[in-house]
């Protein structure tokens, strides 16, 4: 899958390379650290940060990621496991907080995904450093 959109979008790497990671920790569940990315790729020196306030995008990404995280869940719990509806309300709620960590990070993927795109030039330039 590696030069694929959706290979840097899963495994939050460079979008140019696809070697570089993204953020400053791996675990999306470090709350304080969630979102903190390094300013330029370690591999082709791609800059994350194109302009300030570019991520302001991602919330709009954000938005309709968890409309279809919230869908599924109420699909699923409410149909396929027939619960009431309150009790599927309160598993939606609860999967949308505890997913928020992965939502934030997938919405960023995407929304940087959307502006750049690979290139296997830097990727190989890359591998061989």
């Not at 993204?22 to 800059?47: Q, V």
């Not at 940060?49 to 954000?62: L, R, T």
Request: aromatic share 16%.
């Amino acid at each position: 899958m590696k030069g694929t959109k959706l290979y840097s979008i899963f495994t939050s790497t460079c979008p140019v390379c696809h070697i570089g990671k993204m953020y400053t920790n791996s675990n999306p569940y470090n709350i304080p650290k969630t979102l903190d990315m390094h300013e330029r790729c370690s591999h082709c020196n791609t800059k994350y940060k194109m302009e300030p306030f570019f991520f302001y995008g991602a919330m709009y990404v954000s938005y309709g990621v968890g409309v279809a995280i919230a869908t599924i869940t109420f699909v699923l719990v409410y149909l396929g496991l027939q619960f009431s509806i309150f009790a599927s309300f309160m598993s939606l709620i609860a999967t949308l907080v505890l997913l928020f960590p992965i939502t934030a990070r997938i919405s960023r993927n995407i929304w940087i995904n959307m502006f750049l795109k690979y290139d296997k030039e830097k990727a190989k330039v890359s591998e061989n450093d």
